[in-house]
């Protein structure tokens, strides 16, 4: 009875999809796609951070690090010449494997990088593992002492990025290549993920499918044993241990999960913006996540993902201009004092009030 | 004092739960003192007391609660004590609580489903991914989940919010919770405190209806007569220490417990 009305909700967002684009098309808005394609990115962000905070009950403060290390990585990797290493056993062992690709920089010299495919899996990898080390002590915190914790986690990846030269320091990493994620087949051309104006239908219908599809595997998560395991270890850790549940584990997997979903968005991001600056990493991105979180419902996916990529792109089309933390700041304080639960639940549950008398007492 | 041998009344058959010279202090309190009794397979053990006397405190070192400072716990032949709670229940103990733990936001139904958590096996990826295997093993924790509360006479409130409920029935579904697991042992947290006389002798009748199923039954109790009624051994607290272990009716007669926890009036 529950599977039906999913599934209506995700074709529903398949068309809204649609509807976008032709909207933009319709208007000569095109321009607007870039906005929606990056805002789609950072809604798969904060649907995954939704499942840890609004379903499981744990909340991180450090989610810009994930997203920042998947960023980075990417970008490092696919961008930093291994030429001068040609001969070290590591460079050589990948170029075995087939993940490295030689170019020619703008110069004419010789170029040596890792692969976008190769990068992005490393990436992902590598965020899913420091999630993974950094969740077995940091998990066992709760309330503030977790926010507390997870807040420096993404403090200390925030000053790392800043103060690598490998990592471009202040001015992070430019000219990130485009990432070509299908060959051409048949009669359609190759998909890449890449700003090119020429791409910028592409990486809309790329974006929101890669939200689509990840929204559809956390919906599924969470009607599943280890999603109802989640939701009851986040009202009673001592009923849901009762009942046979390995806690700790349960909480490290969605911990982990959801830094993989941040990593991946980073990947695509930073392909798509054709670089990655520090500011992704800073304490105020992640903020921003739990923000987004938190007025979208906490438990609420539909709604976690509607005021993610809504806000989102409103903040990218600057709306609200040089205030833009200030805003999210903001809406994070106005949250937690009038509608704990989120300004979706707030208003459905109003509307159910006056439609049906007495629905709830 | 009472350490050694916990088989008291066992009857030769192994026990299912047996605790050996247990220890608890929390800092200079002395909460559970030298503590050995063990629970035969298919009985109903009551362990009754004067407030403080450590029953729950006990209960929270059986589950795993909380660690042992002595002493050795035994179930089904393993000693658990110092296993995590949840391998404790994987082994096959489950329990209610005095001050119910209902999950906030879930319905009925899906607590109980909560319960079938040992009885399924379906993991991340699965549930990411709804593999076709799970889709009978969901159907199948959902199907036994209704039985369940069926079972307890609250199949029409499957699908209201757990939390919302009245007192008793939240009751209720707590108890479909812990039998959902299909349990060997049933730890019992006081089930009818806050209950009416009417709920209370329900109770007693699920009670033995679920020792009949083949659950043995552990719980601590307040209500005397239910305690009486049902049980086929009490073991009594008092600051900590075991006081008396014995058949209802020789606990009756047991003057040193009807001084220290009964009082002297209240000789049933």
Redesign the interface.
Known sequence: MRTPRKNISLAALCLVTVGLHLLTAATGTQYYLTQLTMAAYYGLVVIGLGVLMGYAGQISIGHAGFFAIGGYLAAALTTRNLEPFRDAPLVRGLDSLGLLAAGQDIYGAALLTVTPWAACLLAVSLAGLVALVIGVPVLKLRGHYLAMATLGFGTIVYRIFLASPYFGEADGIAEVPAFPLLPALGGFGPVVVSGGAEHRVLNFYVAWGVLILGMALLLNLIGSRVGRALRSLHSSEEAAEASGIATARCKLQVFVLSAVYAALAGVLLTHFNGGIGPSEASVMKSVRYVALVAVGGMTNLWGTLIMGVGLTFLSLRGVFGAHDDVVFGAILIAVMLFTPEGMLSLRLKEWARRLIPGARS | MSGGNGQTMGGGQEPLLALHGVHKRFGGLHAVNDVSFSVAPGSIKAVIGPNGAGKTTLFNLI???LPVSAGTITFRGEEIQGK????I??LGM??T?QNI??????TAL??V???R??R?R???F?????LPS?WK??RA?RTRAMELLDFLQIADLAHVEATSLAFGQQRAVEMA?ALA?EPKLLLLDEPAAGLNIYETAEVARLITTVRDMGITVLLVEHDMSLVMDISDEILVLSFGAKLAEDTPANIQKNTEVINIYLGADDAA
Not at chain 2, 101 to 106: E, Q, S, V
Not at chain 2, 126 to 130: R, T, W
């Open positions: 589950a795993g609660n995590k709670t949840h391998a229940a994987r489950a329990r609580f733990k209902l999950f906030h936001g879930m899906e607590c489903m909560v319960g958590h040992v399924s379906s993991g991340l699965a549930g990411l991914f709804s799970t093993e969901e924790i919770r697991a």
